[in-house]
């Protein structure tokens, strides 16, 4: 399965914040697009040869432990 829209927030009673993410092809790679944010839109500075292995790599960093991760698409 491929994460192509996701919601990302900590977990705990002090992290309110919800944040959008989208997959994106770079010529880098995939990676993907953060929304949500008060600065803006950004994306994460790691790039992955397929999509699939981007939606891995997601998974690895929002570990469940720590974040509550959506998927949307």
């Given at each position: ?12 009673s002090r992290y309110s914040g919800?944040?959008?993410l989208e997959l994106v092809q ?23 040869a397929t999509p699939e292995k ?20």
């Amino acid at each position: 399965m491929i994460i192509r829209k996701a919601e990302v927030s900590a977990r705990g009673s002090r992290y309110s914040g919800v944040v959008q993410l989208e997959l994106v092809q770079r010529p880098e790679g995939w990676t993907y697009r953060v929304d949500g944010m008060t600065t803006g839109v950004f994306e994460l500075t790691w790039h992955a040869a397929t999509p699939e292995k981007a939606t891995r790599k997601l998974r690895d960093v929002y570990s469940e432990a720590h974040w509550e991760l959506k998927i949307i698409e």
